[in-house]
């Protein structure tokens, strides 16, 4: 059936307007809603409003537009039945064979720091998740559209159809409209779950970003769900598999604490080495900072840093054997550099994830179901530091800047976590031990390997010391400073061997623990 009239009503209008036009010229009548009336008008294509289409104002600040017989019978009515097309008819309904609807962004607004509960609500579409389940209900007569990227392949098939789309299309795009409003629902849902006690579910449905390499092991085959895509962007290499997008997720939220210009070196999500380069300097000082903490660990990590990759970088990476790079971005020289490796993925990531996709909820499963958990950012317990001080002498300002930079490395290794750094560098981590002591000898150790000296360094413990043991341990390494998050009932003999060795001691308040 040739498509005569189209309804389009949208937020975003990112491409709207080239599509509108290869609509215009095929001949099809353009019905529009107030804002995208407006600018499908200031583009001289023909369009009527839907108020006066309906004969029905839009009232309360355009909660109410499209919700209106014409409208949804216009969606609705079955063509091929034996009684609809006459009750259209009889009640003035004519036929409405295409809908370009996206939402109002809900989920954009509430991604936004101070946004108020009325603020959201206003964002709650109401008669767009209407119209679209409406038209996908009726998708053997009607194109339904929620997607600007599908404004391509529908006008190319209507150009080279005389006008018409297929059942397959319609029914690819009414199945792509029920899950974007399933998925629109859920947010909305548990948005407002967050400040509710509710006995209600919690519904994830994700649409497949792309089947994986395999698993965490070569037997295992595993898939990735979502918006992965939007913010990742992967220029070459072999396809991810399950254990390197966990490298990816971890080493972006590592390197989004730091603001210099800063490189770390990862290995099965721990950091290995992290470095810190002054404003106006390069990469280059980071990328030694960071290698000369861990020169074994390196083969066959991930890189990340957090200003475009540059030539002089992609030469002394290209010399070791790595995984995965990710950056801001890819000088041409660099990337002419390293496309050698065929294998080695370059990972480009987007701005938008550290603004959106970081503070979304930890999901993990569980026997039976889901843990759902809030995100954890950002670093927490560096305000005010020098008023959090335990200990009878107090940091240097330099002891200070110390701790902070170990801190912010600390929160991001498996815990048991210690960590032994200056103010731009990481000199010893110790991970994922069953004793914290335990975690501070092999941080001592991978220290001597690395030739790095301890002395007059800072330890950072990513939850309590239990026992005095673990710090002692670091002041007889060389360590003049510690940051922890204290609470242990022993926080008084730790303090006590921290004052008897001249020590200064910090307690954040907060712990980072990653189980």
């Known amino acids: 059936m040739k498509i005569e009239r189209a309804l389009i009503s949208v937020s975003d209008k990112e491409g709207l307007i080239p599509f509108v036009k290869r609509l215009h010229k095929l001949g ?69 064979d295409l809908l370009i609807v996206n939402l109002y962004p809900f989920e954009a607004t509430i991604a936004q720091d101070g946004v108020t509960l009325s603020d959201a609500i206003e964002k709650i579409d109401i008669g767009g998740p209407a119209m679209l389940r409406a038209a996908s209900k009726n998708y053997n007569a009607v194109t339904v559209i ?16 005389g006008g018409e789309t297929s059942l397959k299309t319609r029914e690819r795009l009414a199945i792509k409209v029920f899950l974007r409003t399933g998925d629109y629902d859920k947010t909305i849902g548990n948005y407002l779950n967050q400040s509710q006690e509710t006995d209600s579910g919690y519904s994830v449905s994700l649409p497949l970003s792309s089947e994986l390499r395999y698993g965490e092991n070569p037997h295992q085959e595993a898939s990735l769900y979502g918006s992965f895509s939007n913010y990742f962007t992967r220029l070459q290499g072999k396809d991810l598999s399950y254990t390197n997008v966990l490298d990816v ?44 903490t861990d020169k074994q660990a390196p083969f066959g990590g991930v890189i990340v840093c957090n200003r475009p990759l540059t030539e002089d970088v992609a030469r002394v990476i290209g010399e070791i054997f790595t995984d995965i790079i990710i950056a801001p971005d890819f000088d041409a020289d660099a990337r002419a550099i390293l496309q050698k490796k065929k294998s080695l993925r370059l990972i480009r990531v987007a701005d938008e994830y550290f603004s959106n996709a970081i503070n979304q909820p930890v999901i993990r499963s569980a026997p039976g179901g889901l843990l759902v958990m809030d995100p954890d950012p950002k ?74 000296s301890l002395e007059g360094s800072s330890v950072a413990s990513d939850a309590m010391f239990p026992f005095a043991d673990g710090l002692i341990s670091a002041i007889e390494a060389g360590a003049t400073s510690c940051i922890q998050p204290g609470g242990s009932i022993r926080d008084e003999e730790v303090i006590a061997a921290a004052n008897e060795r001249d020590v200064a001691m910090v307690f954040t308040g907060h712990r980072h623990f990653l189980h």
Request: aromatic share 6%; charged share 30%.
């Open 28 to 96: 099809v009548e353009i019905l529009s809603t107030g804002g995208t009336a407006k600018v499908i008008s200031d583009e001289g294509i023909p369009v009527i409003e839907i108020s006066d289409y309906t004969g029905a104002p839009e009232m309360f600040d355009g909660r109410l537009k499209t919700i209106h017989p014409k409208v949804h019978g216009g969606l609705l009515f079955r063509r091929d039945h034996p009684d609809d097309p006459g009750q259209a008819e009889e009640h003035d309904i004519p036929r409405i």
């Open 146 to 161: 929620t997607d600007s990227a599908d404004y391509d392949s529908v006008a190319e098939e209507m150009e080279s159809s």
């Open 249 to 292: 997720a971890s080493a972006v939220e590592l390197i989004s604490e730091f603001s210099r210009p800063t490189v770390a070196i990862l290995k099965h999500t721990n950091p290995c080495g992290v470095g810190c380069a002054e404003e106006g300097e390069g990469l280059r000082e980071a990328w030694e900072k960071a290698f000369e």
């Open 379 to 452: 670093v927490l317990g560096l305000d005010g530091i020098e008023e959090k001080v335990k200990t009878t002498r107090p940091p240097s300002a330099e002891e200070i800047d110390a701790m902070k930079f170990a801190w912010r490395v600390c929160k991001h290794v498996k815990s048991n976590a210690i960590v032994f750094g200056s103010k731009d560098r990481t000199l010893g981590i110790g991970a994922g031990q069953m004793s914290r002591v335990d975690s501070c000898r092999i941080a001592v150790w991978k220290a001597k390997e690395a030739g790095l």
